[in-house]
T-cell receptor, first 115, second 114 residues
Framework: AQTVTQSQPEMSVQEAETVTLSCTYD???????LFWYKQPPSRQMILVIR??????QNATENRFSVNFQKAAKSFSLKISDSQLGDTAMYFC????????????FGTGTSLTVIP | EPEVTQTPSHQVTQMGQEVILRCVPI?????FYWYRQILGQKVEFLVS????????KSEIFDDQFSVERPDGSNFTLKIRSTKLEDSAMYFC????????????FGEGSRLTVL
């Protein structure tokens, strides 16, 4: 079975600062995907960033980057130059590769960007 | 930009009643999903649907639950006889390729069972 753990239920960061959200996971699969999804208040979840497990290079999307440590089964999200619009619930998620169909989510981290 | 839409946004029902939650996935998507999130808990997979049949379901998705795509656009989740523990936010999602990874979610339907 796959499990995803987010140990930080709430975090806050000053606008323009950098914040890192933690995620660990447990799986026996060798081929899988990891994701960070963002859910702003009263809005749908949207994909922030995706990492294929077979890729050693950490994924980057503008101000968002990940630190993927496969051996440690760790997948943290770094948000640089935080903006007010980054205030949201952030979910870490796992999907088995190729035959994967279902996502496994963490419990989420509520991030507040303080002006 | 195309979106997944869900109705109703909030439904209150009495225990034992039937509930239907509706979703309109993005039009060219082929895979459809329902997830739920009980307040304060993880988002949990319920079921995936492809080519007019269930492709995978979790242990949560018991005989009280059913899904269908009756008209090629709507994707519905029916709970036959609701229980208190069915109170949750239900999210519909879709994607074009299963292995693509990205799911497109609706805003959710909050179900409250009294």
């Amino acid at each position: 079975a796959q499990t995803v753990t987010q140990s930080q239920p709430e975090m806050s960061v000053q606008e323009a600062e950098t914040v890192t959200l933690s995620c660990t996971y447990d799986t026996s699969e060798s081929n899988y995907y990891l994701f960070w999804y963002k859910q702003p208040p009263s809005r749908q979840m949207i994909l922030v960033i995706r990492q294929e497990a077979y890729k050693q290079q950490n994924a980057t999307e503008n101000r968002f980057s990940v630190n993927f440590q496969k051996a440690a089964k760790s997948f943290s999200l770094k948000i640089s130059d935080s903006q007010l619009g980054d205030t949201a619930m952030y979910f870490c998620a796992f999907m088995k590769g190729l035959t994967g169909n279902q996502f496994y989510f963490g419990t989420g981290t509520s991030l507040t960007v303080i002006p | 930009e195309p979106e997944v839409t869900q109705t109703p946004s909030h439904q209150v029902t009495q225990m034992g009643q039937e509930v239907i939650l509706r979703c309109v996935p993005i039009s060219n998507h082929l895979y459809f999903y329902w997830y739920r999130q009980i307040l304060g808990q993880k988002v949990e997979f319920l079921v995936s649907f492809y080519n007019n049949e269930i492709s995978e379901k979790s242990e949560i998705f018991d005989d009280q639950f059913s899904v269908e795509r009756p008209d090629g656009s709507n994707f519905t989740l029916k709970i036959r006889s609701t229980k208190l523990e069915d109170s949750a936010m239900y999210f519909c999602a879709s994607n074009f390729r299963r292995t693509d990874g990205e799911l497109f979610f609706g805003e959710g339907s909050r179900l409250t069972v009294l």
